[in-house]
Every structure is written in structure tokens, then in C-alpha cells.
């Protein structure tokens, strides 16, 4: 069996991030950013990070927060999802097995960014960009794009609107190291839809449990 990266992200109540991690997602995220309509505070993100421990990893997504932050969120979470601009120095303050970078693609240019964090071998995410907010925007990426990013490096999750319905034509065609996905999996945001949940949790393993 492969191994990959399943995460279903923007979880806020720790009854429904037990019951995804139990339904096969291997990681589960959690927003730390206030102008998010996802952000949960330190208490709560410990309190979902006890409930899935063993079972699936947790990570704190943020947005070009403060390095003390970053600590204070390590003490609680397995990983840090750095979603905004920050830079290799400032990521690279961190245990490299602890975090994620994500990159938002707009075009060719942004796939230059990415470029020193694949040297150094971290594992990264891409997005689509929006001008309206950082994530969780249900907007996707450019399908050829993202196919050129994991060609050129292997732990790349992809993420940007994926849907039950989307999920298994792009792993196809992009075959990356793992998905992410939120909002479309919502009734609202924060809340999610577990029918959605599982569909799109059974088709991704299905996917990477395969022998193809
Ligand atoms: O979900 C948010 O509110 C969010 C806020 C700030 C940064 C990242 C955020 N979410 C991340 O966005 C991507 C894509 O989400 P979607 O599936 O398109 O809704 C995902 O990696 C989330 O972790």
C-alpha cells in the first residue's frame, strides 16, 4: 500500500474530527487565523488534537504568524500548516518534519517560489489563489499546473475545491502525495457534511489502496 496524505481540514468541534479520523483521514486541520469564519482558539484545537490522537495527525493551519505562536501551537499539534507568504527562513525555525507549506498557484511564476522549500525537501501544499481570503475558498487550481508541481516533487498535497464528486478524476490526472479538502464538504462553514465526508474519504482511499 502507498502512503499517502488524506487531510479533510477546518474542523471545529471534536466529535465530528473523531468520527472523520475514524473514517480514514489521516490527518485533520484546524484553523488558527481570526479572519477565518473557521478559526477555533488554542483550547479547542487542544481539545479536537486529544480526541483524534492515535488515530489521525493534527495540524494547525496558520497565516504568517508570529514564530512564539508557532511554539505555543507545537505543544498541542503534530504539524503546522503555513498557508500564508512566509518565508524559508522563517519556516525553516521548525523541525522540517512538522510542517507543511503551502503555496497558493496563480500561474508559472508561483511555482518558482515553491522551488527552495522541494530542494530542501519539505512537504508542501498547493492551492488555488484567490484574492478574497488566504483558504478555504472552494476555488481550484489549475489542473496542468498542479500536475507540473508534483512532476517535479513528490510530497506535494493538492488541494483547492476538491469534492466527492472531483476527487477522483484530479488524482488521476495529477496523481500527487495526498488531498486536502474543506469547504465543500460543508453544510456551513466549521460544520461538515459526514455523507460527504465518507464518499470522498472512501474514493480517495480507493484510490491510493489500489494496486494501479
Ligand atoms: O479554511 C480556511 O478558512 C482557511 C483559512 C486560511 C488559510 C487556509 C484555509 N484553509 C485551507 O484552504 C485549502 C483549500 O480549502 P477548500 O477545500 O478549497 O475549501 C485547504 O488546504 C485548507 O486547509
Known amino acids: 500500500m502507498r502512503d499517502y496524505i488524506l487531510k ?14 475514524y473514517l480514514g483521514a489521516t490527518h485533520i486541520g484546524m484553523i ?4 477565518s469564519p473557521r478559526h477555533i482558539d488554542l483550547e479547542k ?29 507545537l505543544e498541542i499539534v503534530d504539524i503546522i500548516q503555513f498557508h ?7 519556516v525553516s525555525s521548525f523541525p522540517k518534519e512538522k510542517v507543511i507549506k503551502a503555496f497558493r498557484i496563480k500561474d ?5 517560489k515553491i522551488k527552495p522549500f522541494v530542494e530542501e525537501n519539505y512537504t508542501i501544499l ?5 484574492e478574497k481570503a488566504y483558504g478555504g475558498t472552494g476555488k481550484q487550481i489549475n489542473p496542468e499546473l498542479a500536475k507540473k508541481v508534483v512532476q517535479m516533487h513528490r510530497r506535494t498535497v493538492l488541494s483547492g475545491g476538491l469534492s466527492p464528486e472531483n476527487v477522483e478524476k484530479l488524482l488521476r490526472q495529477i496523481k500527487p ?14 460544520v461538515k457534511d459526514l455523507k460527504k465526508v465518507k464518499e470522498f474519504i472512501e474514493r480517495v482511499k480507493r484510490f491510493y489502496e489500489s494496486d494501479s
Open 8 to 21: 479533510i481540514c477546518g474542523l471545529t468541534d471534536r466529535k465530528q474530527a473523531e468520527e472523520i479520523a
Open 32 to 35: 488558527y487565523f481570526e479572519k
Open 45 to 73: 484545537i487542544k481539545e479536537i488534537s486529544t480526541g483524534i490522537k492515535g488515530r489521525a495527525k493534527s495540524v494547525a493551519v496558520v497565516v504568517n504568524p508570529a514564530e512564539k505562536t508557532v511554539w505555543k501551537l
Open 84 to 90: 500564508g507568504e512566509e518565508s524559508m527562513q522563517f
Open 108 to 112: 508559472e511564476t508561483d511555482i518558482e
Open 126 to 130: 498547493i492551492d488555488a489563489y484567490s
Open 177 to 190: 502525495y495526498g488531498v486536502d479538502a474543506s469547504s465543500k464538504l460543508e453544510i456551513k462553514p466549521g
